[in-house]
């Protein structure tokens, strides 16, 4: 029962888009090949392929039947978690919110495990986490938390043109610059290195975005560029690593665009996020990264504006699907999963949500 070119597929939030998004991935013999374990309420999935006006027809377990033994090909093992009647689209409540932290845990606990290959989610609302679980900050911490992770992972924003890569993210803009070392920029850093040539860039090419207009300006407008970015950045180039900045941010994607970087290294969470989104908000993928396995999403959020009305946009969605199981196959898995009994199986979809205590 071990593959681990499976996806681990936890459905998102109940009350945006994730159910319509969910059922169209399963529906599509492209985007699903017969190598999913999706995680997440049947009557939520049914509730979206109506949406959708697609037909699922998946083998059904609950979470203790899973535990006997997971069949080969696509499955669906409903938490039962989620009723769709008790809920309202295009808001965030509670018990979305605590539907969409089981399921995600499931997912890494089965990836983590070796059951999948990936982990795949579609898009979460952090309101109905933190409803569900006040201590909830952001994926990663998260994602810490329900691995005991031994390295903090990082986001970064693929599309095909270029890659953007963080060194902070969900922390407030008054916070950043004290959050910026030059030790948290240089692995940063090499994460992004060690991601891209994981995905197959050669000699990936990083811009860093410096933090204060015109890069302080000689020091006129901050010293964060010259005193905690450059050592960081000539620190990487010692390492013979193809790394160019801190460069204006309003110029670095440009010349990333212009094909002087394959990826930009930005200082917090928006910086990058805006000129993603414009250069390819349907098409976006968000990968965290620095794991033993790639989790992937689609880049948007839950469209709470469009909820139930069957008109979403699955190209980021059909994107992430394709990079998880792209960076999985290249993966190199450091030991064998061990076999688990049906009571540890059955416990990783069961297993307690751990507290979140990590920022980004």
Known sequence: ???????????????????????????????????????????????????????????????????????EGSVLVD?????????????????????????????????????????????????????????YVDEIGFINATINATRSGREFNVLDEV???????????????DTLTTDRIYESLCLTIETMENAGFERPRIGVAALNPHAGDGRNFGTEDEDVLLPAVQKAQARQMAVTGPVP???????????????????????????????????????????????????????????????????ATFNAVALGRKLAARAERKSTPAALSPADLTALFRGPVKEDATQS
């Not at 499931?106 to 952090?126: E, H, Q, V």
């Not at 953007?164 to 610059?177: D, F």
């Open 79 to 135: 938490m039962a978690n989620c009723d769709p009647e008790t809920l309202t689209l295009g808001e965030s409540c509670r018990e979305t919110g605590a539907a969409s932290l089981e399921n995600f845990a499931a997912a890494l606990r089965l990836a983590n495990a070796g059951i999948a290959g990936s982990a795949f989610f579609t898009p979460f609302n952090k309101h109905g986490m933190r409803l569900a679980r006040p201590d």
């Open 1 to 71: 029962m071990i593959h681990e070119q499976r996806v681990a597929f936890a459905i998102g939030d109940a009350g945006g888009i994730s159910p319509e998004l969910s059922a169209r991935v399963i529906a599509d013999a492209q985007a699903n090949r017969g190598d999913m374990i999706v995680v997440g309420d049947a009557r939520v999935l049914a509730m979206g392929a109506q949406h959708a006006g697609v037909e699922i027809d998946l083998p059904t377990l609950t979470p203790e039947e899973a535990g006997q033994g997971l069949p």
């Open 163 to 177: 890659w953007n890569a963080r060194v902070t993210s969900h922390i407030p803009l008054r916070e950043v610059a």
């Open 249 to 315: 941010s309003d110029t670095v994607f440009v010349r990333a665009l212009k094909g002087e970087f394959d990826a930009v290294m930005t200082m917090f969470h928006d910086q990058g996020q805006i000129a993603m989104k414009l250069i390819g908000f349907d098409r976006g993928v968000t990968l965290i990264a620095g794991y033993p396995f790639p989790i992937v999403t689609p880049a948007h959020g839950t469209a709470y504006d469009i909820a139930g009305q069957g008109k979403a946009d699955t190209g």
